[in-house]
């Protein structure tokens, strides 16, 4: 029996009547009615004042909205700034909306890669509606290169506050870059670009079984199959407070997703020795000092509340003298408490190790991370709390040596 | 004057409609260019009657010819040194009569050019005009010691000029010129100027002419702190000349040239008391845009911004001319667009346009060009085309100015293409002859014998134009599919409707038209006359195939 399109037949009715276009622009969506407008009205000036003469979408994948984000972005349209703005497009610029599963992280990416192949995009880009500070010169910046330059990836690079983008810095950049030896800031974007052959490349090789995570397997997918990869500045980035529930999921769509690529990817990465730097347009990464409020007392807890409940979990996924060396610093006093970056590197390679072997539920094994994560993040928060952004930055370049340093580590693993 | 002696004498194949020109097919033709019929390398006038079965054939009804007056031919005769008599290269005043009958005798009106706004450096009246500070014509000209006043006025001729006055040595002052600087401009504001060129007119409607194209009407008058362009001083002239007119020779008609927006261009209908038709100049390069973008939106856009004209006013619509593809009324990012599209070589570029003709900005594409000319005889308006491009006719780009486009008409293979017996080297002009629209491969005779040839294709689609007064005189009624590379409208005039579907694209393409205001209709396609399933309440679907257009009647039966 043939497979049943993910495509409901308006959608397709809506490509049929676009027909084919040099840029996509892709926004996911979920009850983003305050700010979508502005957001769309930005992408638009962005394309027209970028990208005159060619032909573009915006293509809305709504993830079920009740406060009728989809009818607002494809109602606005470029002609009613005009006044204000002096924009003039030169052809018809639409904008065009589908619905996807109740997350936008699950089919969004894989309905935004499927329009472009029917559409034929050269160029597509996907655009976070949580970005309330997207400029238009973001869609030059982000685009551009694939389009005049012959790259195939663009992820973004910002100014972030120090202590913004935990995760990113105390796992994904330094885990990426020294298993796939790039150094890109950002493997895990929300902003990024791509040229309508690697789209179409990720697209047909790839099972959607679980949509979370396909933007990092793509990125990764990109590096492992030598994908022209450059990085573009877009300026600051805004910070998206969450709670601490939020952590697990954010887990499972990144470290998850890296973990289950390890095991493919194998041949790449452990061919691999050192990181090379990626070509960046703008900064390459800026770090600002303003305040931000974040309870370290908290996280501490929260580690060592882990460290002991989860035990036997533990006992299944680190090596004994790792969860020894966890369960000591769990008993530290606040003021001396430090998850040392080495002891931090080890705990993630065994944790990829542990995940590949299905030791336990995978899905238990990205659970159980988060208070380990949180210690580390603890620690971080600790040792940097004075320092100058220069500091910072040598401080997240120290963790990635030290991922590099004891890859090895992770190769032994993975072998035995 | 009496009326009775006014009249031409024979009108009898004419229609007596006073809106006869909403229902026109006009033909742009020079003289020079169209047929030599004493072998001296110039068409005349007697050539050009020679030919008016061929242009009756074609379905037209009406022709307008550029500039056959006295002239030192510096800028293709509008630099006229007389108003009242014919180049002798084209032949003699009695000549130019026999034409004006032989074309009425076969229902073919003749539209002449009124030069208005300017005079030829050489013509008797600047010359007296400049030969003292006290001659009783200094003052038929715009005249100032210093090159200071009306900063505010664009220079047009932007290539060869760089002020719009000029230093004359002989009165040792600086005269006004909008165009080039040896065609001074007549001072409007001095009523004996006005008088005279009423009296120019009325010496051509006497003789019979039907009407006049009124060249360059927006710079009649002058004006300190304006851009000296459209000003109501301006207007007064024109509904002056126009009174005269309609008082003495009803049923003849004024056309304006003036190359302006819609909304600037609305004043020159005033009350449906000024000009009968203008030029939609601003929708001309959007047609060639959307051609090329494969989208409505250029055209839609104009036509949207298009002001409603009284009744029995008229747009007078066209793809190509004698002049350059004007690129003055579009934006600077539409202009770039245009010039890197259609005219990639430098030489293709004149002033802010581009001096190519039909059939090479098309690339030769038979599919585009019938596409263009489809939306040319259905978009509201009168159409003209321009001689030549019925056949696709190529240009010459390494010929200076716009003589590119204005080489000599191709009638058949043979010597001189048929359009003279003199020696090659005496043609005012080289033929086209290069191998693709070269006169061996384009040529009148060829085509004629070829059923599916572009002019027997040209032949169908004005018969089939001329078929229902829905297309010169009904509303239309813009459709919007979805599918931007549709444009889809409907033409409608009391019971009639005619839908218009057009695919821009350079691929198949399929749309879905909103009918529901004419369910219940059968579709007839006009061309072929066959049925298309009834309108109902569904979304109408049609197939196009690359750059394919179609032409609806809409039947209640």
């Known amino acids: 029996m043939a497979e049943e399109s993910f495509l409901t037949d308006d959608f397709l009715r809506q490509l049929i009547n676009v027909g084919e276009v040099d840029i996509l622009v892709g926004l996911p969506t979920h009850n983003n009615a305050k700010t979508v407008g502005s957001i769309v009205q930005t992408i638009q000036s962005g394309l027209v004042g970028a990208f005159p003469r060619e032909r573009a979408v915006i293509l809305n994948v709504d993830a079920g909205s009740r406060d009728n984000t989809p009818e607002l972005v494809t109602s606005i349209s470029i002609d009613d700034m005009r006044p204000a703005s002096n924009l003039h497009a030169l052809r018809t610029l639409h904008s065009i909306s589908t619905q996807c599963e109740a997350s936008p992280a699950k089919g969004a990416f894989r309905t935004v890669l499927a329009a472009a192949e029917l559409l034929r995009a050269r160029a597509c880009v996907l655009l976070s509606p949580d970005s309330t500070n997207i400029q238009a010169e973001w869609i030059a910046t982000l685009l551009r290169p694939i389009y005049h330059d012959g790259i195939d990836l663009v992820t973004p690079t910002y100014c972030r506050h120090k202590f913004d983008g935990l995760l990113i810095t105390n796992l994904l950049y330094p885990m990426v870059r020294a298993l796939y030896g790039l150094k890109i800031r950002e493997a895990y974007a929300t902003e990024f670009s791509f040229s309508g052959r690697l789209g179409s490349q990720f697209l047909s090789q790839n099972s959607w079984d679980d949509g979370a995570g396909a933007e990092l397997r793509f990125i990764l997918a990109a590096i492992t199959a030598k994908f022209r990869i450059c990085q573009s500045y877009l300026g600051e980035k805004i910070h998206v407070e969450r709670r601490a529930s939020d952590l697990v999921p954010a887990l499972r769509e990144t470290v998850g997703s890296l973990f289950t690529a390890l095991d493919p990817d194998l041949p790449f990465w452990s061919a691999v020795t050192g990181s090379q730097p990626v070509t960046t347009i703008g900064s390459e990464h800026e770090v600002c000092l303003g305040p931000l409020r974040i309870n370290r007392k908290r996280l501490r807890e929260m580690f060592a509340t882990g460290v002991n409940e989860l035990e036997s979990v533990f006992e299944s996924i680190l090596s004994p003298a790792t969860l020894a060396e966890l369960q000591r610093i769990a008993g530290m006093e606040e003021e001396d408490f430090a998850y040392p970056a080495e002891l931090w590197v080890k705990t993630v390679y065994e944790f990829a190790a542990s995940y590949r072997k299905s030791v336990i539920n995978r899905d238990h094994i990205i659970q159980a991370m988060a208070p380990l994560f949180r210690g580390r993040a603890c620690t971080f928060l600790t040792e940097n709390r004075n320092s100058s952004a220069d500091e910072v930055e040598s401080n997240v370049e120290s963790l990635c040596v030290d991922f590099e340093r004891l890859k090895p580590y992770l190769q032994q693993l993975w072998n035995v | 004057m009496l009326r009775e002696t006014v009249l031409p004498l024979n009108v009898s194949s004419l229609n007596n409609d006073p809106l006869w020109y909403k229902d026109a097919v006009i033909y742009q033709v020079h003289v020079r260019t169209f047929q030599d019929s004493n072998g001296d390398g110039i068409g005349d006038f007697q050539g050009l009657e020679q030919k008016l079965d061929y242009i009756q054939e074609l379905g037209v009804n009406a022709i307008w010819l550029m500039p056959f007056f006295p002239s030192p031919l510096r800028d293709d005769g509008y630099d006229i040194s007389d108003y009242h008599s014919v180049h002798p290269s084209y032949g003699t005043l009695d000549d130019f009569r026999k034409l004006l009958s032989s074309a009425h005798d076969r229902g073919i009106r003749i539209i002449i050019e009124l030069v208005s706004n300017h005079t030829s450096d050489q013509h008797p009246w600047f010359q007296e005009s400049r030969s003292s500070r006290d001659n009783p014509r200094r003052n038929w000209y715009v005249w100032s010691d210093t090159d200071t006043p009306y900063k505010g006025a664009r220079i047009?001729?932007?290539?060869?000029?760089?002020?719009?006055?000029?230093?004359?040595?002989?009165?040792?002052?600086?005269?006004?010129?909008?165009?080039?600087?040896?065609?001074?401009?007549?001072?409007?504001?001095?009523?004996?100027?006005?008088?005279?060129?009423?009296?120019?007119?009325?010496?051509?409607?006497?003789?019979?002419?039907?009407?006049?194209?009124?060249?360059?009407?927006?710079?009649?008058?002058?004006?300190?702190?304006?851009?000296?362009?459209?000003?109501?001083?301006?207007?007064?002239?024109?509904?002056?000349?126009?009174?005269?007119?309609?008082?003495?020779?009803?049923?003849?008609?004024?056309?304006?040239?003036?190359?302006?927006?819609?909304?600037?261009?609305?004043?020159?209908?005033?009350?449906?008391?000024?000009?009968?038709?203008?030029?939609?100049?601003?929708?001309?390069?959007?047609?060639?845009?959307?051609?090329?973008?494969?989208?409505?939106?250029?055209?839609?856009?104009?036509?949207?911004?298009?002001?409603?004209?009284?009744?029995?006013?008229?747009?007078?619509?066209?793809?190509?001319?004698?002049?350059?593809?004007?690129?003055?009324?579009?934006?600077?990012?539409?202009?770039?667009?245009?010039?890197?599209?259609?005219?990639?070589?430098?030489?293709?570029?004149?002033?802010?346009?581009?001096?190519?003709?039909?059939?090479?900005?098309?690339?030769?594409?038979?599919?585009?060009?019938?596409?263009?000319?489809?939306?040319?005889?259905?978009?509201?308006?009168?159409?003209?085309?321009?001689?030549?491009?019925?056949?696709?006719?190529?240009?010459?780009?390494?010929?200076?100015?716009?003589?590119?486009?204005?080489?000599?008409?191709?009638?058949?293979?043979?010597?001189?293409?048929?359009?003279?017996?003199?020696?090659?080297?005496?043609?005012?002009?080289?033929?086209?002859?290069?191998?693709?629209?070269?006169?061996?491969?384009?040529?009148?005779?060829?085509?004629?014998?070829?059923?599916?040839?572009?002019?027997?294709?040209?032949?169908?689609?004005?018969?089939?134009?001329?078929?229902?007064?829905?297309?010169?005189?009904?509303?239309?009624?813009?459709?919007?599919?979805?599918?931007?590379?549709?444009?889809?409208?409907?033409?409608?005039?009391?019971?009639?409707?005619?839908?218009?579907?057009?695919?821009?694209?350079?691929?198949?393409?399929?749309?879905?038209?909103?009918?529901?205001?004419?369910?219940?209709?059968?579709?007839?396609?006009?061309?072929?006359?066959?049925?298309?399933?009834?309108?109902?309440?569904?979304?109408?679907?049609?197939?196009?195939?690359?750059?394919?257009?179609?032409?609806?009647?809409l039947r209640r039966i």
């Open chain 2, 156 to 553: 047009i001729f932007l290539d060869t000029e760089t002020s719009n006055w000029a230093w004359d040595p002989v009165s040792k002052a600086f005269y006004w010129h909008r165009f080039f600087s040896h065609q001074p401009d007549l001072n409007y504001d001095n009523p004996a100027v006005r008088e005279e060129m009423w009296n120019v007119m009325k010496f051509w409607l006497e003789m019979g002419v039907d009407a006049f194209r009124l060249d360059a009407i927006p710079y009649l008058v002058e004006r300190e702190g304006t851009n000296c362009e459209n000003l109501p001083e301006t207007h007064v002239v024109l509904k002056e000349l126009r009174r005269k007119m309609d008082e003495n020779f009803p049923g003849r008609m004024l056309l304006a040239e003036a190359n302006q927006w819609p909304a600037d261009l609305r004043p020159y209908f005033g009350d449906g008391d000024e000009f009968h038709m203008a030029f939609h100049f601003p929708l001309m390069p959007r047609m060639f845009m959307a051609l090329k973008l494969e989208d409505r939106k250029p055209i839609t856009e104009i036509l949207q911004q298009t002001p409603v004209i009284p009744p029995s006013c008229q747009w007078s619509l066209f793809l190509r001319n004698h002049d350059e593809l004007t690129l003055e009324m579009v934006t600077d990012l539409e202009r770039d667009y245009m010039y890197d599209t259609y005219a990639e070589s430098k030489m293709m570029r004149l002033n802010l346009g581009i001096r190519r003709r039909l059939a090479p900005l098309l690339a030769n594409d038979r599919r585009r060009i019938e596409l263009m000319n489809g939306m040319l005889m259905s978009l509201p308006g009168t159409p003209i085309i321009y001689y030549g491009d019925e056949i696709g006719m190529g240009d010459n780009i390494n010929l200076g100015d716009r003589n590119g486009v204005r080489t000599p008409m191709q009638w058949d293979g043979g010597a001189n293409a048929g359009f003279s017996t003199a020696p090659q080297e005496r043609l005012y002009a080289p033929l086209i002859q290069d191998p693709v629209y070269g006169y061996p491969a384009v040529n009148v005779l060829a085509q004629e014998a070829s059923e599916h040839s572009l002019l027997n294709w040209m032949k169908r689609i004005i018969a089939v134009r001329g078929s229902t007064a829905v297309f010169g005189r009904g509303s239309i009624e813009f459709l919007r599919p979805v599918n931007h590379r549709i444009l889809a409208y409907v033409r409608r005039l009391g019971n009639e409707a005619v839908l218009v579907v057009n695919n821009l694209s350079s691929s198949a393409q399929a749309v879905e038209l909103d009918l529901r205001a004419h369910k219940g209709t059968i579709p007839i396609e006009m061309f072929g006359k066959n049925m298309f399933p009834r309108v109902g309440d569904l979304p109408y679907l049609l197939t196009l195939g690359a750059y394919q257009f179609y032409w609806f009647r």
